[in-house]
């Protein structure tokens, strides 16, 4: 197994650290992830498990997305009724169990993201249900 060398380190530790950044930073980060999910979804990829632990940022400053695990690949639109994801970051479509558009499912989780990277937390913990 070769394995490609990352000198940096997560976007959710370097949250930890830092807490909330500037506002045009924050937006500078969001706006290449939502580059990186639009290239991915072009390519009928969804990721479906967008948080701050599966971006990779550089010394650099670069960003990279990683953990595709739960990816889906589709070329049409479609809807789809698993269950995965990180809690804190779900729609609530998954949360109750319908069938959802995994590249939706993306975008709310980008907002979430964002949400994390101008105030320095969450908006929720993940444990509540939506009815």
């Excluded at 994390?116 to 929720?124: C, Q, S, T």
Aim: positive net charge; contains cysteine.
């Amino acid at each position: 197994m070769i394995l490609k060398y990352f000198d940096g380190e997560s976007l959710a530790r370097l949250c930890k650290r830092k807490g909330a950044f500037k506002e045009s930073e924050a937006r500078e980060h969001v706006r290449t992830i939502a580059k990186t999910l639009r290239y991915c979804h072009d390519q009928g990829v969804s990721h479906r498990d967008l948080k701050a632990e599966n971006i990779l940022i550089g010394k650099e400053g670069r960003l990279k997305l990683i953990d595709f695990a739960f990816a889906h690949k589709s070329q049409k639109p479609c809807k789809v009724d698993t269950f995965c994801g990180t809690p804190s970051y779900m729609a609530p479509e998954i949360f109750i169990k319908e069938p959802h558009c995994p590249k939706r499912a993306d975008i709310w989780a980008l907002g979430v993201l964002a949400y994390k990277l101008v105030a320095g937390e969450l908006p929720w913990s993940g444990n509540q249900t939506f009815t």
